[in-house]
């Protein structure tokens, strides 16, 4: 696969989609550089497919624009717009070999046969799916349908690949597996490609950018890293892992850049935290990590809790305990505790992040 | 050893148990309603008035008022079938893509409930020479009630076969074209298939197997014409069917050996067009229309 692919930049301009009253995607505006892995990444219902099914034509814009360079694409047809999509269900056609099933796109393109030959050639060996290119799809295994799916759209040597939680039907280990494979295959093919998945292991360890959805509307775009330890709003911060959710009210707010220093009271507990944003006061919401909340001694400040449940995860237990005001807590411990025993519970103060308002 | 096995454990390792005793009621019924009917049929056919075992089989063959229904009739009902299918599959693509699905559905068959002589009345008086169509015709200019003529011909009988065929072709049709998962399709337009490409190379080979049969259940149905070619037809000339000539010799010259031969010709005939389409299928991909495994 060459990486041939002329263009520099995909930009959508307040792209929105509505269904009748519902707003399913609001002004989505993104700029895509040449060679980046963007990962669309939400909840079900969050609007990722349909921002994917609208930048692949198979949905109709109701607003917005896309270019690709300085020609606007929202307005070609699907067929014209020469992007490699790739499916949940894959949706390889039955009746057709593997090998036609790559060479489906080319053919259709009116591509010479010489030619044709050695792109599909070329695609299968990407896909390393040599010694199968004669069979059906059916007498494939799930993995190997996935494969010949991601062949099949980067035949046409697209300048982006669309990719619809392309791993969802496959088990554990190949998952890991055809994350590996598709991280290699964008970087061969050098265009951009939009990864919508709900899983976000997948999208930290895939996309150089992600851009987190809720409710239609963009959360938060960033780096991998951005996310997973500046997560900017509350809703982010609970996809990125932050499992433990403390209502509470401010007490100090400090200044020490790049975050805010705050105190917060929560019940009879004073907790020390950081936040991304300004906080103007009355209740805030913290946000911690199950693997950042460990068992403090006695005499230090911690949330008191009672155990409910325990298990050994190799190497460390993880736990969860009902504090004082009914709150569940998730928390990590080097020692077996028992169920019923008391703990107190705390967090280093650069891991407890603040947000505006009592959270929901 | 084997004789320690109950008698009961070894019937049922062959697929006998309690529940096939249910299906005894439905085997009785098969026997006395279609097989003995059609043996006692078989047998009568070999017993002609003149002796000779083939005695009504060279008759039918030797007579050309005969033999010539066989062509009749398949001159009917194959232009029917192919019409109804050809008509089916687009009605079929633009219904499933419908918010209405069920209720154009419920139009669209509601002729199936009607019965082929509550049709043939509406269509005498419809497509009549004092009918709404052709006076609606002649009053274009299109024609005058002497020159056109759509009753008490092969037209006749040609549209009644349609209007009442249709529905159970469309029904048939519409359960296929369901069936093809609507991924392939837009996988196919991100290729850069147009919707003709996407007929052709996707939809009509995952379609044929379908089709095929839906052809043969339709044909069947055509080709056992019999009310509508007495009423809307010329049944002495043009739309003189094979059943046609069947009833007569039953219950006009009372041979019922001869009209036992020739249900069973028909028969034989139906069985050759169905046993052909079938057989065509093997050309085609047979398995399941979607995407992936389960």
């Given at each position: 696969m060459g990486s041939h692919i002329a263009f520099q930049s995909l930009r959508l301009e307040k792209v929105g989609r509505t269904f009748g009253a519902m707003n399913a995607l609001q002004d989505l505006t993104l700029d895509i550089k040449r060679g980046e892995f963007i990962a669309l990444l939400g909840p079900s219902g969050c609007g990722k497919s349909t921002a994917l099914n609208c930048i692949a034509g198979l949905l109709a814009t109701t607003s917005g624009a896309i270019w690709l360079d300085n020609v606007r694409i929202d307005t070609l047809a699907v067929e014209d717009r020469g992007f490699g999509m790739v499916f949940q269900n894959y949706a390889l056609f039955p009746h057709m070999t593997v090998r036609s099933n790559i060479g489906f796109g080319l053919r259709m393109r009116g591509v010479a046969k010489a030619e044709l030959e050695r792109r599909v050639d070329a695609a299968i060996r990407t896909v390393r799916l040599e010694s199968q290119a004669?069979?059906?799809?059916?007498?494939?295994s799930g993995g190997q349908q996935q494969r010949v799916a991601i062949a099949r759209a980067i035949a046409i040597d697209p300048p982006l690949v669309l990719m619809d939680e392309p791993l969802s039907n496959l088990d554990a280990k190949l998952r890991l597996e055809m994350r590996q494979e598709i991280r290699r295959i964008h970087q061969d093919l050098g265009g951009v490609t939009i990864y919508v998945t709900h899983d976000q292991d997948e999208a930290l360890s895939l996309a150089d950018r992600i851009v987190v959805l809720r409710d239609g509307m963009i959360r938060q775009v960033g780096t991998p890293e951005d996310l997973y330890l500046r997560p900017a709003h509350i809703d982010v911060a609970e996809f990125m892992g932050f499992r433990n959710r403390l209502s509470g009210v401010l007490e100090g707010v400090g200044t020490v850049a790049p975050m805010t220093r705050a105190s917060a009271m929560f019940g009879e507990t004073l907790l020390e935290g950081v936040a991304l944003h300004a906080l103007s006061g009355g209740s805030v919401t913290a946000a911690i990590r199950p693997d950042d909340l460990t068992p403090v001694s006695a005499t230090s400040p911690g949330i008191e809790a009672v155990v409910e449940a325990i298990e050994y995860r190799g190497r460390d237990f993880f736990g969860s305990a009902r504090s004082a005001s009914g709150a569940e807590l998730f928390f990590r411990s080097g020692a077996a505790l028992d169920r019923g025993a008391s703990v107190r519970l705390n967090a280093d103060p650069g891991k407890i992040l603040f947000y505006e308002g009592a959270g929901a | 050893m084997e004789a320690t096995i109950p008698l009961r454990v070894r019937l049922a390792a062959r697929g006998l148990d309690g529940v096939t005793l249910l299906a005894i009621p439905a085997v009785l019924l098969l026997v006395a309603l279609f097989l003995y009917p059609f043996s006692y049929g078989l047998v009568l056919s070999f017993r002609p008035k003149d002796g000779s075992f083939f005695g009504n089989y060279g008759h039918f063959f030797s007579d050309p008022f005969l033999y010539k229904t066989i062509w009749t009739t398949l001159a009917l009902a194959v232009p029917v079938t192919v019409l109804n299918l050809v008509a089916a599959v687009p009605v079929a693509f633009r219904v499933r893509r419908m918010r209405y699905q069920r209720l154009i559905t419920t139009i669209l068959v509601l002729p199936i409930t009607l019965g082929t002589v509550l049709v043939a009345e509406g269509m005498l008086n419809y497509f009549g020479p004092q009918g709404w169509f052709i006076r609606t015709l002649s009053l274009m200019g299109l024609g005058s009630p002497s020159s056109i003529k759509l009753v008490h011909n092969y037209w006749g009988v040609f549209l009644s076969l349609v209007i009442t065929g249709f529905p159970f072709t469309f029904l048939l049709t519409l359960s296929y074209v369901s069936g093809i998962d609507v991924a392939l399709e837009n996988a196919a337009a991100t290729l850069g298939a147009r919707a003709a490409a996407r007929f052709w190379t996707i939809f009509l080979p995952l379609l044929a197997p379908g089709l095929a049969i839906t052809f043969c259940l339709s044909f069947v149905q055509a080709y056992s014409v019999f009310p509508s070619a007495v009423l809307l037809g010329a049944p002495a000339g043009p739309t003189r069917v094979i059943s046609i000539a069947a009833y007569e010799a039953a219950f006009e010259q009372y041979d019922y050996s001869l009209a036992s031969a020739i249900a069973m010709i028909m028969g034989a005939v139906q069985l050759v067009v169905v046993v052909g389409v079938l057989m065509s299928r093997s050309l085609f991909y047979r398995g399941p229309a979607a995407g992936a495994k389960g």
């Open positions: 004669h069979k059906l799809p059916g007498q494939l | -």
